[in-house]
């Protein structure tokens, strides 16, 4: 990393730790057409051997060697990367962040969403990050960098909707996509679904409001996937829809509209953000924002086509998670700056605190549609 690359290990190569690799070909693409020196990924493990030898030929496709391991200790052991992903089954990220937190050797570390599946697990990966200040911890709520998303962000931060009340989120997507050993069809591994996949949710419209969730409510179910699925001779416990309140503690209020039997839609996410001025609204994978004022009535709502043209690589997030790696990758190499000057360094945009509010709202609604009632946040924050 001195000399100007940086190089990456990846633990986990399924779907996602594969999809990271895509992302860091191409950010090395650019990063050595600028002349900045570009990326490597110089190691990965993996438990399982079929995704070992497509993460080997894939990467070997973009003229990568890197060194495999069976299991992550090897992998920290070896010394050989500056930078670790994590994106391994959701319930194995505590185990695994808190040895690279406790390792010697100080490595940066991206880790998918959800950052933990408990919030007591959060805390404990929180707690010992502090004790290794020069460590970069980011959490993968790529989320915020889909073009139409970013673009709401900022028409938010602009002040153009004024003080911001209501936040709508509607995804209806496809099912759950088939893992290795079939992990996330059930919650104990998952977190459960609205920990699993609204964590992304819960973080946008933290974002969008400006302020920190205080009790939530929920009503969800399992109405109509994986009802005929048989594994081990458990039948799966993840819910497949669900609505979900959020109130925030300056009286704001979000609401998220799941549905995973929905592949008869336009979009996979709607997003809707009303303050006291306007409305923004946006919308993916049409990659369109909408803006309009009360003044300006129906007529005066303009269209406007997000797009970010640092993308180069689209892949399964709209080029989010391109986007995501070009942010890590300019905290990182500022942190090496930082330390040869002695300076604090730059945090993370995506930080342990977000991952583990992300989570604790996902975990207050998974309980609430449990116990048919309001959660507080202070209630699972002891969880």
């Known amino acids: 990393m001195m000399a100007g690359k940086v190089k990456y290990g990846i633990v986990g190569v399924g779907m996602m730790g594969r999809e990271h690799l895509i992302n860091l070909a191409h950010l090395h693409s650019e990063s050595e057409s600028e002349s900045e020196g570009g990326v490597s990924v110089v190691c990965i493990s993996d438990p399982h051997i079929p995704s070992q030898q497509l993460a080997l030929n894939l990467a070997n496709s973009f003229n990568w060697s890197p060194q495999v391991f069976s299991g992550h200790q090897e992998l920290l052991d070896s010394g050989l990367c500056d930078v ?11 185990q695994i962040l808190m040895d690279i937190i406790n390792h010697p050797k100080p490595h940066h570390i991206l880790v998918e969403k959800p950052l933990c599946t408990t919030v007591t697990d959060c805390k404990k990966v929180i ?14 709520l790529e989320y915020r960098y889909m073009p139409p998303v970013a673009k709401l962000i900022e028409v938010v931060n602009s002040g153009t909707l004024g003080q911001v009340k209501m936040v709508g989120i509607r ?16 919650n104990s591994n998952t977190g459960g679904t ?27 179910a399992i109405d109509v996937n994986h009802k005929d699925e048989i594994y ?27 549905c995973m039997f929905a592949e008869g839609s336009k979009n996979e996410q709607e997003i809707s953000v009303v303050g ?58 500022s942190s090496v700056d930082h330390q040869e000057a002695g300076t604090a360094q730059r945090a993370p945009a995506v930080g342990l605190q977000d991952g583990l509010l992300s989570v604790a709202i996902g975990v207050a609604a998974q309980l609430s549609i449990e116990k048919g009632r309001f959660v507080t946040i202070e209630e699972v924050m002891g969880r």
């Open 194 to 220: 609205l920990v699993e996949k609204c964590c992304h949710f819960f973080d946008l419209m933290r974002l969008f409001v400006g302020a920190n969730p205080v009790r939530v409510m929920a009503s969800g």
């Open 127 to 140: 707690d010992a990050a502090r004790r290794r200040p020069e460590m970069l911890v980011q959490v993968g």
């Open 276 to 333: 006291d001025i306007g409305k923004g609204e946006a919308f993916v994978p049409e990659s369109v924002v909408r803006v309009g004022t009360r003044s300006g009535g129906r007529d005066g709502v303009q269209t406007i086509k997000a797009e970010d043209k640092r993308i180069k690589y689209d892949g399964l997030h709209h080029g989010s998670s391109y986007l995501e790696h070009l942010n890590f990758l300019s905290a990182v190499k």
């Open 84 to 94: 670790v992903i994590v994106s391994t089954p959701n319930m194995t990220h505590y």
């Open 232 to 258: 081990d001779g458990k039948v799966p416990d993840i819910i497949d829809n669900a609505y979900v309140i959020v109130e925030f503690d300056n009286g704001s209020r979000g609401m998220l509209d799941l």
């Open 171 to 186: 995804e209806h997507r496809f099912p759950f996509l088939v893992k290795v050993n079939d992990w996330n069809r059930f």
